[in-house]
């Protein structure tokens, strides 16, 4: 019984088809280890084939885990988002070692991003009904801030809870 291999030239070709789309989608954007292998799979690239090529990419420097994640984490900071939501959003795209304090230091630290949120959505209303102070809290918690620095949040300004209805 005769067992058919691929011929060199198609593997050549496939490492090329390859390389190609990974070079595309870093062209646009950033991308993590993680996510290269996913979209690549998703094209039908099995990932024995794709790993070699993604690491040649990472050797050149072409894809980097560590550049991909300064530029994320700055890029969710800036958009309002907190520690816990950029934590999972990185953990679901490969990276769990990220160092998110520093850039958010760089940026004013999480407690004047959490200030900057919450007065771009609800200006500094200083007396709260019971449900509109949780729907504000579920907002800011959503958006991955702690209960604890929200809580700090509401005592810096100086919000109270109006618990006459």
């Not at 991003?113 to 579920?138: A, C, H, I, M, P």
């Amino acid at each position: 019984m005769k067992t058919t291999t691929p011929s060199l030239s198609t593997a050549i070709e496939r490492r090329q088809q390859i390389e190609a789309v990974c070079l595309r989608l870093l062209a646009r954007r950033e991308h993590s280890r993680r996510e290269l292998l996913d979209k690549l799979a998703l094209r039908g690239f099995n990932r024995d084939e794709v790993e070699p090529v993604i690491d040649g990419m990472a050797e050149q420097n072409w894809q980097n885990d560590e550049r991909y994640t300064e530029c994320y984490v700055r890029q969710r900071i800036q958009n309002g988002y907190g520690p816990i939501r950029i934590r999972y959003e990185l953990q679901q795209r490969g990276i769990n070692d990220a160092e998110l304090d520093l850039q958010a230091e760089e940026q004013g630290g999480w407690q004047n991003l959490l200030l900057d949120v919450y007065l771009g959505k609800y200006g500094d209303g200083k007396s709260l009904t019971q449900n509109e102070w949780l729907k504000r809290s579920r907002f800011l918690q959503q958006r991955g801030f702690s209960g604890e620095m929200i809580k700090r949040l509401f005592a810096e300004l100086k919000i109270k809870l109006n618990r006459s209805t």
